[in-house]
């Protein structure tokens, strides 16, 4: 059974950076991704890490500004978050997948962490 636990989340003003850390517990052959949620909204893909080969991918609205990453020693995967904005505002969470013809839809993912909340203000 995976379990994965997402940390770093804080209030931040816009322009500031916040660094997200995903740790995962138990075995990881899986492709990760990010997503978000903010009130009232429907949770949306941020960025996709595969387990190997292949390339990342991020919603269009965060290219340039955020990084994603992973650390297979540590079983982590990371979300820079840079030139925050007050629409980032959500509640951020990695899931993972082994299955990722459709990363960027949530059904792709089996597991995902409780999430943790980021608050950008003006």
């Known amino acids: 059974q995976v379990s994965l636990w997402e940390s770093g989340g804080g209030l931040a003003q816009a322009g500031d950076s916040l660094g997200l850390s995903c740790a995962v517990s138990?075995?990881?052959?899986?492709?990760m991704g990010w997503f978000r949620r903010a009130p009232g909204k429907d949770r949306e893909f941020v960025a996709f890490?595969?387990?190997?080969?292949?390339?990342?991918d991020y919603e269009d609205s965060v290219k340039g500004r955020f990084t994603v990453s992973s650390d297979s020693a540590k079983n982590a995967v990371y979300l820079q978050m840079n030139s925050l904005k007050p629409e980032d505002s959500a509640v951020y969470y990695c899931?993972?997948?082994?299955?990722?013809?459709?990363?960027?839809?949530?059904?792709?993912?089996?597991?995902w962490g409780p999430g943790t909340q980021v608050s950008v203000s003006s």
């Open positions: 899931g993972v997948t082994s299955d990722y013809s459709d990363y960027r839809e949530e059904f792709e993912y089996t597991n």
């Open positions: 138990g075995p990881n052959n899986y492709a």
């Open positions: 890490i595969p387990r190997r080969r292949g390339s990342v």
